[in-house]
């Protein structure tokens, strides 16, 4: 993958199959031998017209193609197509709409759609170790609205407006680390649960001087620092800077690129801008998007369940 560099190289890559092939074999079992997802079994042959291997198992599917257990699965569309269109999601800045996506690599507006939404299920990272850690480091948190008409939550009322979603953020600014979720309210129990979950101990907790984020030093021997946005007054290490740069990537990607993003969606485009944010350091694109690619298998994302036609919540 290391001498693609480019979407245009990406694209003429993946045109042949048989790259698609190695580079899926190559994500999904890192040991280089495909294993059927029904049996487990080894021994398999490649039909290279059909594009899907052939397991020789006593079970009923005895046919798979690469994209089975993974975000892709039950697509009629082809990984010449579902890889550009990682490629390009990982990568672009300020993420890539729809309707780009359907321009730049030929299928409809709504496959389009539902294939983006596809790839940020890959993109949502679970969180295996706390920010800040057991050496002090300074974590910023903060929360931000989103959607809607923009209001200056530090000069006015802090009541969420309607279709405004509040998105919460917390940055470990030594591993350049960010966790970033839609959250229901600002009341403290809400942020503090999330910081308590998110944050290890004797971190230094550098917030605003929201009331919600009182007492927060009571836990985890967290060392609590605010920031007084109003003055503008920076006493140190003691700012906010980072996450609030994460919150303009935010925001630019959903005023410049994504156009009236439901509340219920809000939490899919916050994990792919989280994704490119924790992966853009000394990561080169094809880097980023391998990493991204190791994150399709075991999950599922149905058209009814990005649709809302089921039950359970936008995430
Ligand atoms: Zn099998």
């Known amino acids: ?105 030929g299928v409809t507006q709504k496959s389009a759609w539902f294939m983006l939404h596809r790839i940020r299920v890959a993109m949502r990272e679970d969180s295996k170790s706390t920010l800040g850690g057991h ?52 009341k403290r129990e809400t942020l503090q649960a999330e910081i308590l979950s998110h944050v290890g101990f004797n971190a230094y907790v550098f917030t605003d001087g929201w009331v919600g984020y009182d007492k927060l030093s009571e836990y985890k021997n967290f060392t609590h620092k605010t920031v007084n946005h109003i003055n503008q007054y920076v006493d140190g290490r003691v700012h906010t800077q980072g996450i609030e740069n994460f919150w303009s990537l935010l925001k630019r990607s959903l005023t410049g690129t994504y156009v009236a993003v439901e509340p219920f969606h809000m939490d899919a485009y916050v994990d792919e801008q989280v994704f490119r944010y924790n992966n853009r350091r000394n990561k080169t694109d094809a880097q980023r998007f391998t990493k991204l690619l ?13 649709t809302g036609r089921v039950g359970g919540d936008a995430s």
């Open 294 to 306: 190791s994150q399709i298998a075991g999950k599922r994302l149905t058209y009814a369940e990005v």
């Open 135 to 186: 050496w002090q480091n300074p974590v910023e948190v903060d929360e931000t609205f989103v959607g809607g008409k923009a209001v200056n939550k530090h000069l006015g009322q802090r009541k969420q407006k309607e279709r405004k979603t509040i998105v919460m953020g917390m940055l470990d600014r030594e591993s350049r680390q960010i966790r970033a979720k839609v959250i229901p309210d600002v």
């Open 1 to 105: 993958m290391e001498q693609i560099k480019t979407l245009a190289q990406a694209i003429l890559h993946f045109a042949d199959s048989e790259n698609c092939r190695q580079f899926m074999v190559f994500v999904r079992w890192p040991d280089g031998t495909p294993k059927c997802p029904y049996c487990g079994a080894t021994k398999l042959t490649w039909l290279a017209k059909a594009k899907v291997y052939r397991c020789y198992g006593d079970h009923a599917k005895q046919k798979f193609s690469l994209k089975v257990g993974t975000v892709f699965e039950d697509s009629p569309i082809g990984l010449d197509k579902w890889l550009p269109a990682s490629w390009l999601l990982s990568n672009c800045k300020n993420g890539i709409s729809s309707y780009e996506l359907s321009k730049a690599i």
